[in-house]
Nanobody
Framework: QVQLVESGGGLVQPGGSLRLSCVVS????????MNWYRQAPGKERELVAV????????IYADPVKGRFTISRDSAKNTVYLQMNSLKREDTAVYYC?????????WGQGTQVTVSS
């Protein structure tokens, strides 16, 4: 049974930082690209960051470039999203996604709220 479990969300002031974690089990971690998505109230889910499983290449959505960093620890089957200089518009539920070709798995999401 594949499981992706996110953690690390919460309430943070504008300009603050959070680190999200996603622990993956039930699949061969090294065979999957790992992604972070987010969905704000009333909006569609959007891709935030990609980390490929071959070459470790990263791709970021324009709104988060220079502020967010995606990384993985293969020994812990964990992917991270370091979020710095947070803005109110970063408020959303953040989802971890594992993808290999057409096959994808999702976590349950973790809420990030940026507010003073």
């Amino acid at each position: 049974q594949v499981q992706l479990v996110e953690s690390g969300g919460g309430l943070v002031q504008p300009g603050g930082s959070l680190r999200l974690s996603c622990v993956v089990s039930g699949l061969t971690f090294s065979n999957y690209a790992m992604n972070w998505y987010r969905q704000a109230p009333g909006k569609e889910r959007e891709l935030v960051a990609v980390l490929t499983n071959t070459g470790g290449n990263t791709i970021y959505a324009d709104p988060v470039k220079g502020r967010f960093t995606i990384s993985r620890d293969s020994a812990k089957n964990t992917v991270y999203l370091q979020m710095n200089s947070l803005k109110r518009e970063d408020t959303a539920v953040y989802y971890c996604n594992a993808r290999r070709g057409p096959v994808g798995f999702w976590g349950q999401g973790t809420q990030v709220t940026v507010s003073s």
